[in-house]
């Protein structure tokens, strides 16, 4: 177990853990002409226990702390709300 957190850690490199869990995406135009400008994210998966914006963790980059309840439904309204309404109509 030793050699393989060892061969983990030398095939990242120079990175901190929280580069080697992020991904960056490039500035870009939405549809509505709003610019956003190219920030990190944390890499997709299926938790939600383990993105910046749950409570008790904190953007590296930002150091914003999050805001968003990780037990909170996902169906509700709010950041994992669904808007499967809006195209229903």
């Known amino acids: ?6 061969a983990t850690l030398i095939s990242l490199g120079g990175l901190s853990a929280a580069q080697a869990g992020s ?7 939405r549809r509505d002409g ?7 994210r ?4 299926s938790s939600r226990y383990n993105n910046w ?6 953007n ?11 037990y909170r439904s996902p169906g509700a309204s709010g950041v ?3 808007n499967l309404n809006r195209w229903r109509r």
């Open 53 to 58: 914006s749950t409570q008790g963790n904190t």
């Open 23 to 29: 991904t960056y995406v490039d500035g870009h135009y």
């Open 34 to 40: 709003t610019y956003v400008p190219g920030h990190y």
């Open 80 to 82: 994992y709300g669904n």
């Open 60 to 70: 590296p980059y930002t150091g914003q702390r999050g805001t968003v309840d990780p």
């Open 1 to 6: 177990m030793k050699t393989f957190i060892a």
């Open 42 to 45: 944390t890499n997709p998966d």
